[in-house]
């Protein structure tokens, strides 16, 4: 176990985010949370909530994590059940007591947003709740497409580019023309230069209590 970082907590808005921004996390000492994964009913063209669980099922079996949880939520309409998505990640910060939480930067994506807003409730300090010391916010790279706001990284790791995108492969009804795996690669690079590392990373440390 990373002793820095202990046991790390993965929200994940949807089924591939958790690869696109902290891959470097995912090992066996990680616990990848899925929020939403159905999209079924919203496109037609789109795949089935089944299909993207077989997919993030073949991610586990690739990386091995800890614990390994997807929701059942449709995408583009978490913000209808923010409460619950709340609820569920506090339920989740309680039951493994994580040392350390990632949670999704909002960028323009709606889920992420909400994603990211239920993450901030979640880990305030509570006194019933567990208090997490290390929580970092990470990139998912979409928001690098489009709006003004960007993240402000102020913690890098290098990542094992092969195998990132050979996760990445694994989802395989993810894989977009303008996330292709060349732009991830593109993106590694970019990150990696900021901190004088081939392929890295980036996150921004939201809060860090040492101890």
Known sequence: MDETFGKVLVISPHADDEVFGAFSFLDKNSIISIIA??????????????????????????IKPKDYRSGSGKVNELYKIKHDVIFGIESEINKYKPDTVLI???????????????????????????????????DVYDYTKWGEKQMDMNYFREVDIKKKLKAYSLYRSQVRSYRSPKDLKRWAEEIGRRCNLKYAEGYKILRWVDG
């Open 104 to 138: 999704p930067f909002p960028s323009y994506n709606q889920d992420h947003k909400t994603v990211y807003e239920a993450c901030i409730v979640a880990l305030r300090q509570h006194d019933k709740n567990h208090f997490v010391k290390k929580v970092l916010m990470y």
């Open 37 to 62: 994964t159905d999209e079924s009913e919203l496109f037609v063209d789109r795949p089935t909530e089944d299909k993207r669980l077989e997919e993030s099922i073949k991610i586990v079996d690739f």
